[in-house]
C-alpha cells in the first residue's frame, strides 16, 4: 500500500523542510520493520519549490495471518485461501494508518525542534493514496475529509477495465488537498480516517484505544458532522467503547462551547468519594451524605435538636428556635431527619400532586432523587441528565441497572447534557426537577437554563429547590457571608427565590407556588426553598406568545 504526501515552497520557506516536519532526510530511503511486514520512507521529488514523501508499506501476508486474532480481514480463522490472497497488502487500511503512527510519530503530534514555526503553520498540502477502500463510496469520503478543511476528489476504481458493464470496485482513488492546515492536523486525519474507509481493523480493539481516537481527534473530531459514524467505526462498532467515546467528546464539546477546561465541566464530584463504594459494598443506608457533591450536595441533619451539613466540608450547629437540645449523653431519642430525605420527599409529594410519570431529573449528580423516583411504581420514566460524566458513572453503580429486571430497567436512563443547551432529547416529560441546582451556576448564565428548560423542553411541571440563605445564621459553625458549598455561586433569599421564579413564570407561561422545606423557622425561613411552576395546557407555548399575550 502506497501514500504520498506533497507540499511546495518559496526561497524563504523551502518545501524541503517537509524532511525536518517528517523527521526523515530527502537524500535518504529509510525502512522501518513493523509487526506486519516493512515500511518504506523515500522522496520522490525534493527541492525548495516541491517536495513529496511517499510512504510504502509491504505486507507479509503470512505474518499477517500468524498475527491475526480472528478479527476483520486477513485474521479470519478459516483455511481459505483469501487468508494470503487478499487485499491487505494493497489498499490503505488500518495498516497505514499503525505505520503512519509509527513512522511518523513526531510529525503526528506536531512536534519539529528544527522548525517549530514551521510545524505549527499551515501548509500547502496535497495527500495521494492510490487505492483506497471505501464503505460507503466516494460519497462518505467527501463527508469525512471535506468539513476539516480538505479539497476530495475521490475517483471510483473499476472493477476491471475491460469489462467495464461490470461497474465500479469499492476502492477509490484518493487526492486531498489543502492550504489551511498543518502537516500534524493532515496526519491526524488519515491515521483516523483510513481505517473509518475501510471499516475493518486488523487487530482487536481494546479500551485504550479511546484514548488514541480522542488524541488524535483532538480539536475537529468533538464538532464533526459525522462523528457518531467515525466513532462507531473506528472502535469496530463495540457499543461500549463507542458510547464511552461519545460521552467524553459530548464534555469536550461542551467545555469548548463555554471556553473553558474540560476539568471545569466535569467538576461535579469531588475527591471526597471513597465511603461511597463502601456504603454500596455493605449496603448501607443513608449513603447519600458519604458522597459531597452534586445536586445533593446540602445533605444536612435537620430535625429538633442539629443541622449537621454535608458537602466539602462538614457545618454543625444548633437550630434556633427549634426547640431544646438533647444532651450529650442522650439515648433511645429519634435521629433527626436528613434534609437530603425531606427534599426528596418534598419532590415526590409534589410530583404526586401534579400526577407526573415521566420524569426528568436535570443535575441529577449522583442519582439520589432518580434512585428515589425509581422506587416508586407510580414513575414510568426517569431520566436522569448531568454534564459531569463523573457523577454519572457513580449514579450508575448505585442504580446498578445491569442487575435490574428488564422491566425496570427500562424505566431509568442516564445521558450527558449540558442545561445551558437546548436538547431535542428533554421535550414531551410530564416534569423537570433542578433540586439545587441553579446556585452552582453563575448568574450570567442563569438565562441560559431557563430558555432551555422553561422555553425550549417545556414539561408540565418544574419543581426547583435551592438554599435559603437566611437560614445559614443557624448554623453556627458556618462563617457568616460564606455559602453552604464551595461551589455556589449564590444563594438566595426567600424575597430574591420568588422574584426569580415569578419572573420566569410570567416570561414561560406558568403558575407557580413556594413550599418551604425543612423546619420552617419563623425568623429566617427553612433551610431548603421550593418552587413548583405549572403550565397550563392552554396558555402560551412560547416566550414571544407569552409576550403577545
Known sequence: ???????????????????????????????????????????????????????????????????????????????????????????????????????????????????????????????????????????????????????????????????????????????????????????????????????????????????????????????????????????????????QAMERLELVRLAEADDREVEDIDNAVGDGTEGFDDAVADGTEGFDDAVGSGAEDTDAAVGQGTVQESGQGTVRGSVQGSGQEPGPGSVGEEQPASLALLRRAAILAALHARGAARVLDLGCGQGQLVQALLKDARFTEIVGVDVSMRALAIAARRLKPDRMGERQAARVRLVQGSLAYTDERLKGYDAAVLSEVIEHLDLPRLPALEYAVFGHARPRTVVVTTPNVEYNVRWESLPAGHVRHGDHRFEWTRAEFRAWAADVAGRHGYDVAFTPVGPDDPEVGPPTQMAVFARDTAAPHTPEEVRAA
Not at 55 to 71: C, F, M, N, S, Y
Not at 108 to 133: M, S
Not at 219 to 242: D, N, V
Request: with cysteine.
Open 1 to 243: 500500500m502506497f501514500l504520498t504526501i506533497s507540499t511546495t515552497g518559496t526561497a524563504a520557506n523551502p518545501a524541503t523542510d517537509l524532511g525536518y516536519l517528517l523527521h526523515k532526510h530527502p537524500d535518504k530511503a529509510q525502512a522501518f520493520s513493523t509487526a506486519y511486514g516493512t515500511a518504506h520512507v523515500f522522496y520522490a521529488e525534493a527541492d525548495a519549490e516541491r517536495c513529496t514523501a511517499a510512504l510504502l508499506l509491504e505486507i507479509d501476508p503470512v505474518a499477517l495471518v500468524r498475527r491475526g486474532k480472528g478479527k476483520g480481514r486477513g485474521g479470519a480463522p478459516d483455511a481459505a485461501l483469501a487468508q494470503y490472497v487478499n487485499d491487505r497488502p494493497y489498499a490503505a487500511s488500518s495498516l497505514l494508518a499503525v505505520a503512519l503512527s509509527s513512522v511518523f510519530s513526531s510529525a503526528l503530534r506536531g512536534v519539529c525542534t528544527a522548525r517549530p514555526e514551521r510545524a505549527a503553520a499551515a501548509l500547502p498540502l496535497r495527500v495521494e493514496v492510490p487505492a483506497l477502500p471505501a464503505h460507503g463510496g466516494p460519497a462518505l469520503v467527501e463527508r469525512l475529509f471535506a468539513p476539516l478543511g480538505w479539497t476530495v476528489t475521490a475517483e471510483p476504481v473499476p472493477l476491471d477495465t475491460a469489462f467495464p458493464e461490470w461497474g465500479d470496485s469499492r476502492y477509490v482513488r484518493l487526492l486531498l488537498e489543502s492550504d489551511r492546515l498543518t502537516l500534524g492536523e493532515a496526519l491526524r486525519h488519515l491515521y483516523v480516517l483510513l481505517p473509518v474507509l475501510d471499516d475493518a481493523k486488523h487487530y482487536w480493539v481494546s479500551a485504550d484505544e479511546v484514548d488514541k481516537l480522542l488524541r488524535a481527534g483532538e480539536g475537529w473530531l468533538a464538532e464533526h458532522p459525522e462523528q457518531k459514524l467515525i466513532t462507531s467505526r473506528y472502535l469496530s462498532r463495540r457499543w461500549s467503547l463507542t458510547r
